[in-house]
């Protein structure tokens, strides 16, 4: 297991982060995601510290707070130091029927973190992220109400979820003008068969050093390898009754017929090689895995021990690789030239 540092923080975290989606079940989408209780919860997050993993990610609308809660109960039955773990929570979803119980106000975020903290058992949050972008609160003002929650000592890092780039570079400006914490990760949604994020996204935050946080690595399980042209969801699986997130599925059917003779070579599962592909990708800092089963968790955290090759990557990027769109094709053309003045001048240097 390797340890990143989370965007440019001294934060070191595990290249995997356990997902607790699938933990408290309830009603609406939750009973689709998985209803793990307490045991069988407390089981997955132990096989998880032990394999090496120290990163933990769930949300206040998990489960109206159930996951939040098993979470933070598990980490304390299994008497988990503090400092052993970086535990991550996000806030902006409805948690009530009020006007302001949801969004990325002040006021909402104020008391969502001290509804966190008291379901997690925790006297702080290591990450605690706006899990999408509200419009109807300006930017500068959750800047400033993240930012003072990072003063009070309630959280350590704040981050981001599900927003675009030019939204992401404006809070990293507000930040810088008025000396405020940034954010220092995004989570976003990537996989081999969803590269959307390539177009903007990656290149901003290897621009302004920020850390990506992938989730849904398997594209809802569509990645999984029990799914193909010929293999349909069976009826009552997690695609039939939630098919999310939203995936063409033709070219996610070439990526996995491109990944299975992969997979076979190398000896492991085609969900494997899907996250390996992941775990490949230089502006990627951690993997969310999410499991129903211990096995299930097995099988991802294997993947961390695949070693795709030069010719496994051309391959797998060929049969995945997003079509062209502008400017993306105009900078290809008009940066030709000095692409080549880079390169010459870095070979002309004595070695």
């Known amino acids: 297991m390797r340890y990143l540092p989370l965007g440019r923080t001294g934060l070191f975290v595990s290249e995997l982060c356990l997902g607790t989606m699938t933990f408290g079940g309830g009603e609406g989408i939750w009973t689709h995601i998985g209803d793990l209780q307490q045991a069988d919860a407390e089981r997955l997050v132990g096989s998880a510290l032990d394999a090496g993993i120290n990163f933990i990610d769930t949300a206040d609308v998990y489960s109206g707070g159930l996951s939040e809660q098993i979470t933070g109960q598990a980490l304390k039955n299994l008497k988990v130091p503090r400092e052993n773990v970086v535990v991550a929570t996000k806030v902006f979803s409805e948690m009530g029927s009020g006007p302001n119980a949801r969004g990325a106000s002040r006021g909402h975020i104020m008391d969502g973190v001290k509804a966190s903290l008291k379901r997690l058992q925790l006297d702080h949050i290591d990450l605690y992220q706006i899990h999408g972008f509200d419009p109807a609160t300006p930017i500068e003002e959750t800047v400033r109400a993240l930012d003072q929650l990072v003063r009070q000592g309630h959280v350590r890092y704040v981050g981001v979820s599900n927003w675009a ?130 096995d299930q968790l097995e099988d991802n955290i294997a993947a961390t021990k695949v070693a795709l090759s030069a010719a496994d990557l051309e391959q797998l990027d ?31 240097f004595p070695q």
């Open 165 to 294: 780039a030019w939204q992401i570079v404006k809070a990293l400006g507000v930040a810088e003008r008025l000396g405020l914490s940034r954010f220092e990760s995004l989570q976003a949604y990537y996989t081999i068969a969803g590269r959307d994020l390539e177009r903007e996204l990656v290149p901003m935050l290897a621009s302004e050093n920020v850390g990506l946080m992938v989730w849904s690595p398997l594209a809802g399980g569509l990645l999984s390898g029990k799914y193909g042209r010929e293999q349909q969801a069976e009826e009552g699986s997690r695609r039939t009754t939630f098919d999310f997130p939203p995936v063409n599925k033709d070219r996610a059917f070439d990526c996995v017929d491109a990944m299975r003779p992969i997979a076979k070579a190398h000896g492991v599962s085609v969900a494997q090689i899907a996250l390996a592909w992941l775990l490949h990708q230089p502006q990627v800092t951690s993997v969310i895995i999410g499991a129903k089963r211990p």
């Open 318 to 348: 060929a049969v995945s690789r997003l079509p062209a769109e502008y400017p993306g094709w105009m900078f290809t053309r008009q940066g030709e030239y000095r692409r080549k003045q880079l390169a010459d001048a870095k070979h002309s």
